[in-house]
């Protein structure tokens, strides 16, 4: 699958937004492993269980390591049975969580308004670099490498593999196509639309938010309306969360009601679909 260098209908780009949200308690019960020459956190299903496919996980801006995403990876393992990789692709350089739990923090983790201030005037310039730093031409090799051995091995043992993006990885997960079987992409950000989406030939799960500035709902509807004319030959939905904001699958906040209700109907969409395609 070729990506798409015309900005032309592109989604809007990351902003203030992307680096908003909540950084979840918990303690990740995977294990840190290299595995086709990266970093990669590994999650796997209980001991004995049956393992149903690999997922892969194209972590946002902040990464690996994110404690969010472990802690979804350590459920997609849980609950639907798979071995679910989270490899390295920012080659040790994630957008840092300093920034965090400032809009909408989790009980103790308040901050004085002074300090969330500071935060984000320092953090927006930091963002900029990194995106530059991470740009498609570096990091579009990077992750296509990756996903071709990993190809190569599931091949080797008749196992399928589907990928779950977040974010800036959200869209990675549509461009990695080639690789896959199925693809679930909750708030993707920097599509070319409907360019990109009409190159979609695996079944594909998208995950979006009513309020999201970063992929606003007339750009939903575009998506909607090119996978609708490749009904007949392509598996899809696209399910959108009403008043969820951009992040909300992997950093809203469990303390709020509704910001709960979308991380979990979120994740529940993502295993439904790996369980539907990737299980034998």
Not at 4 to 20: E, I, K, T
Not at 96 to 114: I, Y
Not at 130 to 139: F, K, T
Not at 217 to 226: N, S, T
């Amino acid at each position: 699958m070729r990506y798409s260098n015309s900005n032309a209908n592109m989604s809007q780009l990351p902003s203030v937004c992307c680096m908003r949200g909540s950084m979840h308690a918990g303690t990740p019960t995977g294990t840190e492993e290299v595995v086709h020459g990266l970093q990669t956190y590994v999650a796997r299903p209980a001991d004995g269980a049956p393992v149903n496919g690999t997922v892969v996980i194209c972590a946002d801006a902040f990464g690996w390591q994110f404690i969010n995403l472990r802690l979804i990876a350590d459920s997609y393992a849980r609950r639907g049975g798979f071995r679910v990789l989270m490899p390295d692709f920012h080659f040790g350089k994630p957008l840092s969580t300093d920034h965090l739990d400032l809009a909408f923090p989790m009980k103790g983790r308040e901050q004085p308004f002074w300090r969330r201030v500071i935060s984000l005037v320092l953090g927006l310039p930091q963002f900029v670099f990194w995106l530059w730093v991470h740009r498609q031409s570096v990091s579009y090799p990077i992750i296509t490498n990756w996903f071709a051995a990993l190809r190569d091995e599931q091949a080797k043992v008749g196992a399928k593999t589907g990928v779950a993006g977040f974010c800036w990885g959200g869209r990675y997960a549509l461009l990695v196509n080639d690789y896959v079987d199925a693809i679930y992409t909750a708030h993707p950000s920097m599509l070319s639309v409907p360019g990109e989406i009409e190159m979609i030939t695996k079944p594909v799960s998208f995950a979006v938010g009513e309020k999201d500035p970063v992929l606003p709902l007339p750009q939903v509807e575009k998506i909607k309306g090119v996978l609708s004319k490749k009904k007949d030959s392509l598996n899809s939905e696209v399910i959108v969360y009403e008043g969820m904001p951009h992040s909300f699958a992997v950093r809203g906040n469990p303390e709020i009601v509704e910001a709960k209700k979308g991380l979990e109907g979120s994740e529940t969409q993502a295993v439904d679909w790996f369980t539907k395609h990737l299980h034998a």
